[in-house]
């Protein structure tokens, strides 16, 4: 999947700093997603992932550091700035309402009105060309409600909702973590076609085979910061776990007196 | 009856190769029940049974005249239910709706009786007396971040005192028969010519509606419900709607020619059906209503899309307690008076009743404004059935009580059904 000349990255991110009070989350963190490709973003439980992520999507503003989009700096304060950039979210805890159908929970915020009556036809429609358009063939009818969806297709409700909007990066934060073995395969097959489809997609996950699976790149943080951004084809099982868990493998990754 | 299809992949292919879409759409209806989604049913179900029951038992039950009372006897618990309806849907509750209304309608007769204000100057104070209580309960609600039950609790007792300062102390101030306007909201009857075209107008619009929806929908491929469905929904409210009509229409005074002729269908009931038209499109064809429902659903899923969440509850909070005021208006022209008990006593257990036997989820993110007149109906006819088999008050409320019970219990039920799957 990977190209030999990679495409200008879509979003970059050059030291970006993020504190909470006395505590330094975020250190110097470079990050590059590319459209079309699938970057995994991988470290262990309070590496830094969350932060990154809602730094991006807006919900926390960096102390310092700077966003390039399409190699152009953009100024992301908040989660509408972030959308208007075509950056979209897709959380672990599923923001879906279980009382409203499928095509409800899509245009959820960003109803469609003729006048001041919603525009449902035209909801309807778009949302199930949406959802044809990502092959998903799991869900029966748009009206069903979301109550009524299994995990896998609660999840691929979520995705095609964050694909709607002509958005350019979508972000997964474990899509996967709360799935079935069957489930789990569609929602990787989903996200592999999202990169496919010229995307560029961030995924979030702890499952080494999973990211090996569907990614391109690996990102890997280690204490708050970027230990490697590295080609999944480059690195080895053992050398992401290594990452994960101390900074550096060889001459991959932190140096030592960085690391400590 | 929403224009929403649920039809199932199944149903839609048998729709695709021609073959019986009714049949399709009534297994996918029984699908839909047996996972919980009852709608209307237990609604609609108990108001039949419970007419036969009372009809049967006391022959006066189903005579014109009982059956106009049953209709203004209900008004008002299912105005206020109405508004209920909305901070239900959030999964709060409005405990004070009862003396809202209370509150509201001592204002009205205050300005009417002791003040000699206009009809319509005192029905807006009234009104807007109910949309600052409403902004007030609210604001506590969701900016302060009370929980719903103590801050209407709170004013439930406040508001019963404020009461009996308006009234001085437990007076009981009349609505005079010279303020037409207000004494005819439960009072006055249309004359049968005008009953008929009202019942023909609801039709035709239902029929248009319907006819341009389903048309709409098959203009863009998308699935909707059979003709024959549509058909079935038109014919009977159109059934409904003439049997009542023809039933209100016949003279109910004993005596015309003395005490003056009675009949037609009471003028509340077009109030009754603009206020549920309104509210339903609010509700089902709006952003705003749209967003009542997210955030009924799943709170933090709303925040997350951009819906302003605090101003969502406000609003609910408003509307529930202007229809009570509504409510109250109503329920003064029917007793021709206001007194401290205006809005009390059971007046709130009988609008919660209502929202929740018609359907309405006292966990939020389920129900309709429909849920409030067909649970109203009920709860009417309870009372007033109750009252003709000449049981004791005692008994009344127990029955109530645990019609009230068995519908949340019903609710209860249904949803772990639907979590299950």
Known sequence: MTSETPAPPLLELRGVNKSFGPVHVLRDVDFTVRAGEVTALVGDNGAGKSTLVKCISGIYTTDTGEFYMDGERAHIHGPRDAAHHGIEIVYQDLALCDNLDIVQNMFLGRERKSGLILDEPSMEQLAAKTLAGLSVRTVSSVRQLVSSLSGGQRQTVAIAKAVLWNSRLVILDEPTAALGVAQTAQVLELVRRLADNGLAVVLISHNMNEVFAVSDRIATLYLGRMAAQVKTTDVTHAQVVELITAGRTGTLGLQPEEAL | ?421
């Not at chain 2, 009931?269 to 009542?292: D, E, N, Q, Y």
């Not at chain 2, 008994?395 to 639907?418: P, Q, Y």
Request: glycine share 12%.
């Open chain 2, 1 to 421: 009856m929403s224009t929403v299809s649920t039809t199932t992949p199944v149903a839609a292919e048998e729709a695709a190769r021609g073959e019986n879409a009714f049949l399709a759409y009534t297994r996918n209806y029984g699908r839909k029940l047996r996972g919980g989604d009852l709608g209307a049913l237990p609604a609609v179900a108990g108001l039949v049974v419970l007419c036969l029951v009372f009809a049967v038992a006391r022959p006066s039950f189903a005579t014109p005249i009982n059956i106009a009372n049953l209709f203004t006897q209900g008004a008002p618990v299912m105005v206020i239910a109405m508004g209920l309806v909305f901070v239900l849907l959030l999964g709060e509750i409005d405990l004070s709706a009862g003396f809202t209304s209370g509150v509201c309608a001592a204002v009205l007769a205050i300005l009417l009786t002791n003040e000699g204000w206009p009809w319509y100057g005192a029905v807006a104070v009234s009104i807007a007396t109910g949309t600052a209580i409403g902004l007030l309960l609210g604001f506590l609600v969701a900016k302060v971040g009370i929980p719903s039950f103590v801050v209407t609790l709170a004013a439930f007792l406040a508001f019963q005192g404020v009461v009996l300062k308006l009234l001085k102390e437990g007076t009981n101030i009349s609505i005079r028969d010279n303020q037409t306007v207000i004494i005819a909201l439960e009072n006055e009857y249309m004359t049968p010519l005008l009953g008929w075209a009202f019942v023909g107008i609801v039709v035709v619009a239902f029929a248009a509606v319907q006819i341009v929806s389903k048309l709409k929908r098959t203009g863009r491929r998308l699935t909707s419900d059979p003709w024959q469905i549509i058909g079935v929904r038109i014919a009977g409210l159109a059934v409904v709607l003439s049997v009542f009509a023809a039933i209100l229409n016949q003279e109910r005074s004993r005596n015309p020619a003395i005490f003056g002729s009675l009949k037609g269908i009471p003028i509340i009931v077009p109030i009754i059906a603009v206020l549920l038209v309104v509210w339903t499109l609010v509700l089902k064809r709006t952003r705003f209503g749209r967003h009542v429902y997210a955030v009924g659903g799943n709170t933090e899923a709303a925040r997350r899309a951009g819906i302003a969440v605090d101003r969502i509850r406000i609003s609910a909070f408003v509307i529930c307690s202007s229809m009570a005021a509504v409510g109250g208006i109503i329920a003064a022209s029917n007793g021709r008076s206001v007194d401290p008990n205006t809005g009390g006593s059971n007046v709130l257990l009988y609008a919660v009743g209502a929202a929740v036997i018609g359907g309405t989820s006292l966990f939020g993110g389920r129900g309709r404004v429909l849920d409030a007149v067909l649970g109203g109906a009920v709860v009417a006819v309870i009372n007033n059935g109750m009252g003709l088999m000449g049981f004791d008050a005692w008994v009344k409320f127990v029955v109530t009580g645990s019609v009230l019970l068995l519908a949340a219990s019903v609710d209860a039920l249904s949803r772990r059904r639907s979590s299950v799957s």
